[in-house]
């Protein structure tokens, strides 16, 4: 069974940071691209930051670019998400997604397995 759990979210003031955990079981960890995406209240879930399989390449979004750094732990099964200088509008759940069977990582629906998402809240 696939399971995908993450944790670190919480509340933060503005400027601040937070480190968000992805830990997988159930699956051949390398062999999958690794991403986070968010959804904020009354938007549709957005892409964040991936990272390929052995770690080198890495994508983030504009948005969060020069903020957000994704990073991989193979030995541990773990994504990590290390965010700082916090906006008010990072404010969402934040999912951990594995891409296997490929297509662009950036595009949710080609992920094939989610967690159910740690919740972010920024206040200002």
């Known amino acids: 069974q696939v399971q995908l759990v993450e944790s670190g979210g919480g509340l933060v003031q503005a400027g601040g940071s937070l480190r968000l955990s992805c830990a997988a079981s159930g699956i051949t960890f390398n062999y999958f691209i690794m991403g986070w995406f968010r959804q904020a209240p009354g938007k549709e879930r957005e892409f964040v930051a991936a990272?390929?399989?052995?770690?080198?390449?890495?994508n983030v979004a504009n948005s969060v670019k020069g903020r957000f750094t994704i990073s991989r732990d193979d030995a541990k099964n773990t994504v990590f998400l290390q965010m700082n200088s916090l906006k008010p509008d990072d404010t969402g759940l934040y999912y951990c997604g594995a891409q296997y069977r490929g297509g662009s990582y950036s595009d949710g629906p080609t992920y094939d397995y989610w967690g159910q998402g740690t919740q972010v809240t920024v206040s200002s």
């Open positions: 990272i390929h399989w052995d770690g080198g390449r890495t």
